[in-house]
């Protein structure tokens, strides 16, 4: 009997055996797998291994992350295969967010560019905005006028205006660097005709200005926990995050100073995070709403009529 011809293995033998994920979704299954085994940290925009593997995978094939599902049995290119590889190197080994890596983050569905001169967006008020701050803001429609103080990156300003087409919105903000990547989010969403970007410490370049409603996302991470944050934390700016040593020393100058900034009957959003066992101690008088937001009520709402001054 003759001998019998080996051939050649095929392209995509030769690619499984070099170790080159078959589909879309074995490659995110095994970037996963890695991002785990390095043990970062998470809660820019993600909440797991997944996830973040997921947001890499989707930037390395273009598409948008609630696309991957239908490209799961796709094969990636080389060139795909490579980006997604280059980016789990670099998040293992630099400890930054993916964010930053591809230099978007999506929040409330919306895009927005972001590196790190600003905080990767994260608000819980973003979630109280699908619903136009009902109930707590009785009519939408007569909103005419909206601030978003601490506005980093300028997500809430940009928020804000999808949600309430009738207001200005003026995004302020004491960092330079945040206010250019402000900007740019607001130029990309096409929306310079009805947000202006401030400068200002708090209300202090303000003038006096009035707003029927002003949302708030300041610095309240406290000293203590600024001492403990994980590697990717402190890749954002210290000046977004650092609250002082209770985590409120941005808040109480807010809550001192909005009275004389809303309208009657306006309203003022603050988010504090997990501070608001330290609020209520610092405000024992005032009647701040806690909305249930996110699976927690890390934010709290009030009227003109609620605020001290």
């Not at 960092?175 to 947000?195: E, K, Q, W, Y």
């Amino acid at each position: 009997m003759p001998p019998r011809r080996c051939s050649a293995p095929g392209r995509g033998a030769r690619r499984r055996a070099a170790g080159t994920p078959a589909t879309v979704a074995d490659s995110i299954a095994r970037c996963a797998a890695r991002l785990a085994r390095a043990r970062l940290a998470y809660g820019h925009g993600t909440a797991s291994a997944a996830d973040e593997a997921a947001v890499l995978a989707g930037h390395a094939l273009g598409v948008r992350p609630e696309r991957l599902p239908a490209l799961a049995g796709r094969r990636p290119t080389r060139a795909q295969a490579a980006a997604l590889e280059r980016l789990v190197e670099r998040r293992i080994a630099e400890r930054k967010p993916a964010a930053y890596l591809v230099r978007e983050a999506w929040l409330a569905g919306v895009r927005f560019y972001v590196d790190e001169r600003v905080i990767v967006p994260r608000s819980h008020i973003a979630f109280l905005l699908r619903e136009r701050l009902a109930p707590w803001l009785r009519d939408p429609r007569r909103v005419r006028s909206a601030l978003d103080l601490c506005t980093g990156s300028g997500c809430l300003a940009v928020l804000l205006a999808r949600a309430l087409r009738r207001a200005r919105i003026d995004a302020a903000d004491i960092s330079p660097d945040a206010l250019a990547v402000a900007r740019m989010n607001v130029a990309r969403h096409r929306l310079t005709g009805r947000i202006r970007t401030v400068r200002s410490d708090l209300f202090a370049g303000l003038r006096g200005r009035r707003y029927d409603l002003i949302v708030c996302n300041p610095p309240y991470v406290t000293a203590g926990a600024m001492r403990r944050l994980p590697a990717e934390y402190r890749h954002e700016p210290r000046l977004a995050l650092a609250g002082g040593r209770d985590g409120l020393a941005c808040v109480r100058r807010v809550v001192a100073s909005a009275r004389r900034h809303l309208n009657a009957g306006g309203v003022i959003v603050v988010e504090v995070g997990a501070g608001r066992r330290r609020v209520e101690r610092a405000f024992p008088r005032s009647a701040f709403l806690w909305p249930e937001c996110n699976g927690g009520a890390a934010v709290f709402i009030a009227t003109r009529e609620d605020l001290p001054g």
